[in-house]
């Protein structure tokens, strides 16, 4: 999988060439990343949490807002 970044300059540089892709770099990066496919998947998919910062209180913060589970300790 590419980080929707590189795909999106991958779609530019074949667009050049004439080759149209079939899902654009926006669709690419909701399909792929987080937050973007979540609301579609969320009755499926295990609560989630997640930052945009890089900072540990913005992860603590979403960690803390799980709350205690199989994949994290109390």
Do not use: C
């Amino acid at each position: 999988m590419l980080r929707s970044e590189r795909y999106a300059r991958f779609t530019h540089v074949l667009a050049k060439r004439g080759v149209t892709v079939r899902t654009t770099g926006e669709q690419y990066r909701r399909a792929h990343e987080l937050p973007g496919w979540y609301p579609a998947l969320a009755a499926v998919t295990p609560r989630s949490a997640w930052t945009t910062a890089a900072d540990r209180a913005d992860f603590d913060q979403a960690r803390l807002a799980l709350g205690a589970g199989p994949g994290r300790r109390a």
